[in-house]
Every structure is written in structure tokens, then in C-alpha cells.
């Protein structure tokens, strides 16, 4: 079991690093419920044994949650998410062929939760959360050692539109 | 006539004026197109100009748009900036590569990942259009569209097929360089960057491609 861990991690840390211009994991309607057809974007940093990759995660707040998508910052997206707070559960959809493996998927969709709720008290003991005062986050998977971290871009809205 | 039935003879016509519109150019014409562009690419020492990144997030039915600066010189050394709304470096020189956002700053090898290899490729022979000619690379096809010229490249290789199902040029006709690049990716998602305020063969200071 201990030598699976070891390869399953030695395969997220080959895979995102092969994907040079991956992405990471991160939301401000962490700690808030993101508006409905509201969108935010964060510049997002994940550091995995030494190695650190930075991406922009772009969210829209739904009826029951948010949905948007994990990208670097060239545009190369990694994956879309599903998050549906009344179930509490974060589905992933188009990942990016490189990450596409079920234990990174799976690695993936515990942490987004977390993030997506943002609440300290229902982080277990595999995780640590801590928000700082400029809307920041940062998430570290103790069991794993990633460390995520998810700072809001502050911009003028022109960044963001609606597709005609 | 009812009103279906125009609608339907509307987009009939449409339709086959579209189809029209996209017909590939004749096998001449093409090596001819790509002549003019690797003509133009060999002349190009160096590269400098503003961009505009368009991504569309089809699962938000949103688009985000980023902007920023890009130089190149020839070989192989790029420098490609964002200013909007993020900020964020990525810098080829020869076999090293930077990374550097507003947190992080990595610099690796290129010649250890086959992946990252593939971007650097991409990113630098697309601006240049040294790509038309990569047969081993990508399928080509060209079209003329108005007033523009529209290359569509198939990859060919394994690591880009996996990411992209096409690129597509947008080729000024009369000064024959890049000025716009569509990545359509594997899922149809696509990014647009076009390229504004080129200039050509202008001195740019080492120190703008510096790993440090």
C-alpha cells in the first residue's frame, strides 16, 4: 500500500511537472457563497516537493454552487469542475490528458472541495487551511505534501466576459 | 413560402457560401503561400509586439481575455509577458527556460521534458511560421479567407495531438508573418492570441531574455 502511495505520488509529481504549464487549485467564493452567473479568477501556486507551478482558475457561481476551469497561463486548460454545495461533492470533467488518472482525479476533487468550502472546522487532520487578510488562501494535503495557494486577481472586470 | 422554409433556404445558402469560404487552396498555391512566410521568417532576426489573449471557457459560456508583450530573436530566444490581469514571465533561452509568476520563479531545462520541448517549439515557430514547413510536426493545409490567409496545422506528434486537434495561423498576405495564433484544443475549448503592434528586425537588449 505505502509503495502505491509513493508511485501514485511520483506520478501526480512526474505529470504535473511534465505538464509544465499546469495548473493548481484555488476560489474566493472560498470562505463565501460565489452570486449566481457571478465570475471571479485567482492566479493559483502549487508546490509539490520542491517544485512549484502556477496557473488561473476562473469560477461562476451556479444555483447550487460553482463551476469553471483550471488553466496555466497560456490558456492550456487543465480541467473543468462541478462543485455542488448542498451534496458537498466537486466533480471533474475535460482534464487534460496528462492528469487524466484516476488517483490524481481523485487527490484533485478532495482538495477543490476543501478550498470551495473554505471552512477550518470541517478541515480534517490530512489538511491544513488558512486564509489571510488579502482573500488569499492556502491549503496544504499534509498526506500528500501539496501546498495550494489561491489569491483573487484584482482587475477592473474587463478581463472576464460574457461569450457572444 | 412559409417561414421555415426560408429560414431553412437562409441557412442552406449560408452553408454553402461558408463551405466556399473554407476551401483549401490548390497544391501550388500553397507551396507558394508557404515560400512568401518562410521567406519573410528567414529575414525575421527579431520580433517584438503586443498580444492579446482570448480564452474561451465554454462550460461558463464565458471568455477571459489577457494581455501583454512578446520578443523573440532569432534562434531561439523568446520572451513572453502578461501584463492583465495577471502578472507573469515565461522566458526561453537556448536550453533553459523561466517561469516566474507573482509567487514562484522556476527555471528548467527544456530538453527534460518532452512536453515543454513541444511548447517552446510551437510557441516560437508559430510566430515566426517556421511551422508551415515542419512536415514531420503538422499536416497543413492553407485557405485564403477575404483578405487573409488561414493555415490550419493537424499535429502530427504524439505529445501535441494529446493537447491540441488543431493550430490555425492568421497570415498577413502582404507582409506574409503570424498575426494571430488559435490553439483549438482536444475538448474544442480554443485560445486566440493575436499579435498587435509588430515590429520586425529591431534591436532588442540581451538582458530582456535573461534566466537569472
Known sequence: MRAFRRRS????????????????????????????????????????????????CVAKGTTVGAKGSLMNEFGIKALDFIYDAERGKVKVLN?????????????????????????????????????????????????????????????????????? | MNMKRILLTICLFASVAMTWAQKPVS??????????????????????????QVKQ?????????????MSFRAPDKLRWEYLTPYSYIFILNGGKGLLKS??????????????????????????????????????????????MWQASLTPLNKTMKKMFSAIKLHIDPVKNIVNAVQMVEVNGDTTTITLS????????????????
Open chain 2, 57 to 69: 471557457l465554454s462550460i461558463m459560456n464565458s471568455k477571459m481575455v489577457s494581455k501583454g508583450e
Open chain 1, 95 to 164: 482534464v487534460m490528458t496528462f492528469l487524466n488518472k484516476w488517483y490524481i482525479k481523485r487527490v484533485m476533487r478532495q482538495d477543490l472541495l476543501i478550498l470551495f468550502r473554505c471552512n477550518e472546522q470541517s478541515v480534517g487532520k490530512k489538511h491544513q487551511l488558512t486564509k489571510t487578510s488579502d482573500g488569499s488562501v492556502e491549503l496544504t494535503n499534509k498526506k500528500y505534501n501539496i501546498a495550494y495557494s489561491l489569491t483573487p486577481i484584482i482587475s477592473n472586470g474587463s478581463d472576464i466576459e460574457p461569450e457572444t
Open chain 2, 102 to 147: 507573482s509567487k514562484s520563479k522556476n527555471v528548467v531545462d527544456v530538453k527534460q521534458s518532452a512536453f515543454f520541448q513541444e511548447i517552446a517549439q510551437i510557441m516560437m515557430s508559430s510566430m515566426t511560421g517556421k511551422c508551415l514547413s515542419d512536415d514531420s510536426r503538422f499536416k497543413v493545409t492553407m485557405y485564403k479567407n477575404g483578405d
Open chain 1, 9 to 56: 505520488l511520483l506520478s501526480i509529481s512526474l505529470l504535473w511537472w511534465l505538464s509544465v504549464l499546469s495548473v493548481s487549485a484555488q476560489h474566493s467564493f472560498v470562505g463565501q457563497a460565489l452570486p449566481t452567473d457571478s465570475v471571479t479568477s485567482f492566479t493559483s501556486e502549487m508546490s509539490f516537493r520542491g517544485n512549484g507551478l502556477s496557473g488561473v
Open chain 2, 197 to 212: 503592434n509588430t515590429k520586425t528586425n529591431e534591436s532588442i537588449q540581451e538582458k530582456v531574455f535573461a534566466i537569472d
Open chain 2, 27 to 52: 497544391a501550388a498555391e500553397q507551396k507558394e503561400m508557404i515560400r512568401k512566410v518562410e521567406a519573410a521568417a528567414a529575414k525575421t532576426t527579431s520580433l517584438k509586439s503586443s498580444f492579446e
